[in-house]
């Protein structure tokens, strides 16, 4: 098993750019695994964590409904906005600057193979850098992501999740609410959950965070939940 990962940092990126870059990744790694079995190979599949920031965005994922995004094409240009249907899990939701996006791609026969398992995980490491900056979070019971106040009426999002995996490679990943603007939610259904509140670091802590500071953060606890060993991109 090779728990080594490249750590890639895009800063801000064009959603359709590193969705290219990101399917350019996966793909790598799915081929190696693919020769690997019709060859009668070992080589190690390589491991990617990717951090990166995308100008506003909406995105839904495969079992996501269309009238969840509540712009029309005029209303995507006044917000400089645009929109993609994508092949990850999950309902509708929005990408913008401030907000911390990960695309772990792994694989995950390096590490454990389910899936559960990997989304909790993920889920964790979003809740130990919560505390680091002493914000209680923790998970809201049918839903993915991580949330705070999740047993209370005032429950809010702080991080959604959307996944897909083949042959137990990864794709897609998280979005971390850091610095967001979260006006830019009221123009969806947040993940098709019409009753919840989202939420950010920055509006619970009343300053901007340190977007640097918070990802290193974030991809210490990932790389040791993990027990990947961790380098950076070249």
């Known amino acids: 098993m090779n728990k080594k990962v490249t750590f890639i940092d895009w800063g801000l990126q064009d959603y359709q750019v590193a969705w290219d870059k990101q399917g350019d990744l996966f ?13 009668n190979t070992a080589v190690p599949t390589d491991n990617f964590l990717v ?3 995308h100008p506003h965005v909406y995105t839904l994922g495969n079992s996501g409904k269309f009238e969840h995004l509540l712009l029309d094409e ?18 509708i939701t929005y990408h913008g600057p401030g907000q911390l996006v990960g695309y772990p791609i792994l694989d995950l026969e ?31 019971p049918g839903y993915t992501g991580v949330w705070l106040d999740p047993d209370k009426e005032s429950a809010r999002k702080i991080c959604a999740m959307g996944v897909r995996a083949s042959r137990w490679v990864t794709m897609h990943g998280f979005a971390f609410n850091v610095n967001t603007d979260l006006s830019y939610f009221k123009n969806i259904v947040p993940c098709g959950i019409d009753d919840k509140a989202v939420a950010s670091m920055e509006g619970e802590l009343g300053y901007k965070l340190n977007m640097d500071e918070v990802k290193n953060t974030l991809k210490n606890h990932i790389a040791q939940l993990f027990q990947m060993d961790l380098r950076s991109e070249d």
């Open 27 to 39: 793909s790598k790694v799915v081929e190696t695994k693919t020769n690997n079995r019709l060859q």
């Open 51 to 53: 951090f990166t920031e």
């Open 74 to 91: 005029q209303g995507l240009q006044e917000k400089q906005a645009t929109y993609y249907k994508i092949n990850r899990g999950g309902d």
């Open 110 to 140: 390096n590490f454990f193979t389910d899936i559960h398992l990997y989304l909790r995980t993920l889920e964790e490491a979003i809740i130990l850098t919560l505390a680091d900056y002493g914000i209680a979070a923790g998970r809201y």
